[in-house]
T-cell receptor, first 110, second 113 residues
Framework: RKEVEQDPGPFNVPEGATVAFNCTYS??????FFWYRQDCRKEPKLLMS???SGNEDGRFTAQLNRASQYISLLIRDSKLSDSATYLC???????????FGSGTRLLVRP | NAGVTQTPKFRVLKTGQSMTLLCAQD?????MYWYRQDPGMGLRLIHY???????AKGEVPDGYNVSRLKKQNFLLGLESAAPSQTSVYFC????????????FGNGTRLTVT
């Protein structure tokens, strides 16, 4: 079983739609969580960290559910420019390593 | 301020050839990482370093060696390239000391024939 699992998609949504992705992690010692965005043939870039109480950044909302061991990303009012692959990233406590999911691809159509 | 710079951007090797990928960062970051990215498998950690002169194995270290002789540079070596090492390689750095925000380089596309 992969340490971090994501639905690969693609999620194909119209502009203005709301879309949500989930990511599950297997190690209960995971302590830090992030969402990265990766455009085609580019490097990943941090989208947002995920805090225990949930957090929002503009149209993006991230939530953590420790009991069920998953994190989520909600995108409201989707834009064409949101088309990308979204990577779920987890850090295990007392480790310097970040574990990446294989990503969920989002396509926003006009 | 260039951030994280990787060289080369593209390379084609024949099986058995060797090469070194260079990663340089100008942010005075403590931690540096090498990842490879393959379709459907996400980024997998090859080796990492938590400071000058230190290196450690990641998830997929076989066939690779690394060195961190200077804080700003992290080198990834392939001694005898194999077709299975065809991939996109990303270097990343982070400030360390509990701060794990990764800054990535632009990537190196390596093909081994």
């Amino acid at each position: 079983r992969k340490e971090v699992e994501q639905d690969p998609g693609p999620f194909n949504v119209p502009e203005g739609a709301t879309v949500a992705f989930n990511c599950t992690y297997s190690n209960s010692a995971s302590q830090s969580f992030f969402w990265y965005r990766q455009d085609c043939r580019k490097e990943p870039k941090l989208l947002m960290s995920v805090y225990s109480s949930g957090n929002e950044d503009g149209r993006f909302t991230a939530q953590l559910n420790r009991a069920s061991q998953y994190i989520s990303l909600l995108i409201r009012d989707s834009k064409l420019s949101d088309s990308a692959t979204y990577l779920c990233v987890v850090n295990i406590a007392a480790s310097y390593k970040l574990i990446f999911g294989s990503g969920t691809r989002l396509l926003v159509r006009p | 301020n260039a951030g994280v710079t990787q060289t080369p951007k593209f390379r084609v090797l024949k099986t058995g050839q060797s090469m070194t990928l260079l990663c340089a960062q100008d942010m005075n970051h403590e931690y540096m990482y090498w990842y490879r990215q393959d379709p459907g498998m996400g980024l997998r950690l090859i080796h990492y370093s938590v400071g000058e002169g230190t290196t450690a194995k990641g998830e997929v270290p076989d066939g690779y060696n690394v060195s961190r002789l200077k804080k700003q540079n992290f080198l990834l070596g392939l001694e005898s390239a194999a077709p299975s090492q065809t991939s996109v390689y990303f270097c990343a750095s982070s400030r360390g000391q509990g701060v794990l925000l990764l800054h990535f380089g632009n990537g190196t596309r390596l093909t081994v024939t």
